[in-house]
């Protein structure tokens, strides 16, 4: 399984390149999803994922590595 950071085929394919781009499409998507309909989507991505220094990839592996494991252990245990 791939450390956190090396996701670049992942990272190469997100639409946007610097932080700017990336404020550009959270606003965008923020923009599309009806008022007050998705308050906590709204909130991590103006909280969190607009913050200086946010990595998808930080956030994703960790997350993902959680789920695989935990499907790991299940399978195991049959």
Avoid: C, K
């Avoid at 969190?48 to 590595?65: I, S």
């Amino acid at each position: 399984m791939p450390a956190a950071g090396e996701h670049p085929l992942q990272e190469s394919s997100l639409p946007f390149d610097s932080p700017q781009d990336l404020e550009d499409v959270a606003e965008s998507i923020i923009e599309q999803l009806p008022a007050g309909t998705y308050p906590h989507l709204t909130e991590m991505i103006t909280d969190h994922a607009l913050r200086p220094g946010y990595a998808y990839a930080n956030e994703f592996a960790p997350g993902l590595d959680l789920i695989l494991d935990g499907l790991e252990r299940s399978l195991r245990a049959r």
